[in-house]
């Protein structure tokens, strides 16, 4: 079956390296390169004209959501064009004119804006139904900023029909601002066009490999595709190249049951060994970092191959051919192989018959299209973030950041047989219309056999098992109490995938040195979301945030109990206590709060399914930004700073003490 077993090409020798640009000094907060980097001197005549069109276009899209109240559809679109002007002015007020062609651009989008504006006044949106290359946007729920992306729409296609979709990730961008991708975007097709497929380019929020909120903004995209195109939810393939190739690697194995073909070109699909082979790395990680890895490592979740055919490229002198090549023996490790296409004498590029053998393959695997619900399905996760493979879904885990896997089979028209590890909760799910079982079901788990509620009349069926001791039984699906659940799980990092809002204090730090650290953190959380993830921050004070705030968003809150009314209402249901002298961490510590502060994530005792994050945004730093391998979260979650030590490019202060919660949101007794 291509979806399961292929040949792997045996493993050749490589030259070549990636600059070794990164060393111990990059730490230094002071010393660390730029990224983005800082931009050119744009010449004072186009500085004025791009100002004064900036700003013309500003007050026409202000007018023109008052004058078009009354037509929704076309109200709906105005992002289309909102995404112009904010590529512009943010290159103006930023500094981000690369290149005098990114000047030379900046003209073009306003000229594209100017007649989008026009054709809105005139009653229609043309771009939404035209075929080639097509810039469009969407509002993040994440941020409420305005995010583009590109579309490359065959003549062939038909609406109302339901169309092949391909994601294309980008490449390692560090000038890749919304004004240089949008302008990519308005004059090319990309490496891979196929003549019966619409290509979603997605920007993926800069140059993160679809992590974090790049992983969202593909979710985001494809949902705004679909509001005005028909896709074939069983004909969607993920490929990409370079840092898209990594992308690629980690939205196949965590997201593997929504592909009908995965096509990663190089990239990295590890940290450890990538940053071994890559970097001259001095700086030793810290045990919980090394855990962290296993959130986005895609060789930890090659079982998940298992669900999804996959044709991965690499050059034969291409040094990124260690990707691949450790997917290769992660998935042997497994009793599986994929397709594996070496360009030969290729460097970190395709080659044309490369091209041609991978779209053939491709061909071939959406003929067969996505099964939704095949017989059998086998699963590995670390984190309840990513809980689910096509009928199965994990609700809850023995022990985060250790393997957890599922393998279930339908042995018979009434017989599921499962075997887990490391699961303690999880739901079975056909949807109506698509179960292959019969009336009566039953489960064989683990040796337990539970007897599953009927097929419903529309063929949908579902059954929750939860285990006790080395038994299961059937339970209801959601747990009631404080549990971590996909969703709200942490780390630190995961209060950022959803729409999250700072909360700054109206009151004063019982200690000076906290309010300048966490008036610092706050500035630095801000500034650096609107560098890496391209969104303005929501900010309020303390005093202002209402119980809307609450429901709608995981709240940051910046500062001390003392300082910030939000966290001292909460402050006595968290497990760290904090008070004006100290803080104290179960029996994992004491420290005095003169010269130490609390960062970490909790589920928010004043909303239930949202977080409480305290004094943190997302926790790399400048040092991972000059490699994407190293973009992982860098703080588990909790931890204690001491404030009195500097602030590096990796870390907001010595860490002196941090940990996970257990699975009840409770401390450890122990930090490991």
């Known amino acids: 079956m291509f979806s399961r077993v292929f040949f792997a090409a045996a493993a050749l020798s490589f030259s070549g390296s990636l600059l070794l640009a990164d060393g111990p000094a990059d730490n230094l907060v002071d010393k660390v390169r730029r990224v983005p980097p800082p931009g050119i001197k744009v010449p004072d005549a186009d500085r004025a004209k791009l100002e004064q069109g900036v700003a013309a276009l500003g007050a026409d899209l202000k007018a023109l959501r008052g004058e078009l109240s009354a037509k929704p559809d076309l109200v709906r679109v105005l992002p289309d064009v909102e995404v112009f002007h904010k590529a512009v002015d943010w290159a103006l007020r930023y500094d981000e004119f690369f290149t005098t062609n990114n000047v030379k651009s900046g003209h073009e989008l306003l000229r594209v804006a100017n007649q989008r504006v026009q054709q809105l006044r005139a009653g229609s949106a043309p ?70 497929a619409v290509v979603l380019h997605t920007y993926g929020r800069y140059c993160n490999g679809q992590r974090f909120a790049g992983e969202v903004d593909a979710f985001e995209a494809l949902d705004a595709v ?103 023996k992660a998935a042997a490790a497994e009793d599986l192989s994929f397709k594996y296409v070496v360009g030969k004498g290729m460097g970190h590029r395709y080659d044309a018959p490369s091209k041609k053998e991978i779209e053939a393959l491709i061909e071939n695997a959406m003929l067969q299209g996505r099964d939704p619900v095949p017989s059998e399905i086998r699963f590995a996760t670390h984190s309840l973030r990513y809980n689910e493979m096509k009928w199965v879904r994990v609700d809850a885990m023995g022990e985060h950041w250790e393997p957890a896997r599922v393998e279930a089979v339908i042995t018979a028209a009434n017989r599921i047989q499962v075997t887990t590890t490391n699961v303690t909760r999880l739901t079975l799910m056909f949807p109506a219309g698509q179960s292959r079982l019969s009336q009566a079901v039953g489960v064989l788990i683990d040796g337990s056999s539970v007897a ?89 004070l303390d005093r202002d945030v209402t119980e809307a705030d609450l429901r709608d968003n995981n709240v940051v809150v910046w500062g001390d109990p003392s300082s910030n009314l939000l966290l001292k209402r909460i402050a006595s249901k968290l497990p760290i206590g904090w008070s004006t002298n100290s803080i104290r961490v179960g029996s994992l510590g004491s420290y005095s709060a003169d010269s130490h502060a609390v960062v970490g994530i909790y589920p928010n005792p004043l909303s239930k399914g949202r977080y409480v994050v305290l004094n943190s945004g997302f926790t790399f730093r400048e040092y991972d930004y000059l490699n994407n391998a190293r973009q992982t979260p860098k703080l588990p979650d909790w931890a204690v700073i001491d404030i009195s030590k500097p602030v590096t490019a990796r870390f907001p202060g010595e860490v002196v003490n941090a940990g996970f919660f257990d699975e009840k949101w409770q401390l450890k007794t122990a930090s490991r």
């Not at 961008?173 to 975007?185: H, N, Y």
């Not at 393939?237 to 009908?260: D, E, I, K, N, P």
């Not at 209801?476 to 959803?498: C, E, M, N």
Request: hydrophobic share 40%; aromatic share 12%; charged share 20%.
């Open 226 to 328: 679909k509001r005005d195109m028909l896709v074939d939810p069983n004909r969607i393939a993920v490929r990409g190249f370079s840092l898209g190739g990594a992308a690629c690697w980690h939205m196949t194995t965590h997201h593997a049951g929504l592909w009908a073909v995965a096509a990663p070109g190089a990239g990295f699909s590890e940290t450890a060994d990538f940053l071994k082979v890559f970097q001259n790395e001095t700086l030793k990680p810290t045990w919980w970092e090394q855990k962290l890895w296993r959130l986005y490592d895609s060789t930890g979740h090659a079982l998940n191959l298992f669900n999804v055919p996959t044709v991965a490229y690499s050059g034969e002198i291409d040094g990124q051919k260690q990707a691949a090549d450790l997917m290769v």
């Open 452 to 540: 599953g509620p009927s097929v419903a009349a529309d063929r949908s069926w579902s059954v929750s098992l939860e285990r006790s001791g080395t038994k299961w039984r059937a339970t209801r699906s959601i747990a009631s109490g404080l549990a971590k659940r996909h969703g709200l799980q942490g780390p630190i990092d995961d209060a950022f995938y959803d729409s999250f809002l700072f909360v700054a204090p109206s009151g004063i730090a019982a200690n000076p040195k906290l309010k300048t650290w966490a008036d610092a953190e706050m500035k630095h959380a801000v500034e650096h979301w609107r560098r890496q993830f391209r969104g303005d921050a929501r900010i309020k």
């Open 127 to 196: 771009w939404v139904t035209a075929t080639g290359l097509v810039v469009r946007a969407y509002v993040s729920k994440i941020d409420g900023s305005i995010q583009p992306y590109g579309l490359v729409v065959p003549a062939a296609y038909k609406a109302g029909k339901p169309a092949r979709l391909d994601f294309w990730f980008h490449g390692r961008g560090e000038t890749l601002s919304e004004l240089d991708f949008i302008a990519q975007r308005l004059r090319t097709v990309g490496e891979f066009s196929p003549a019966d």
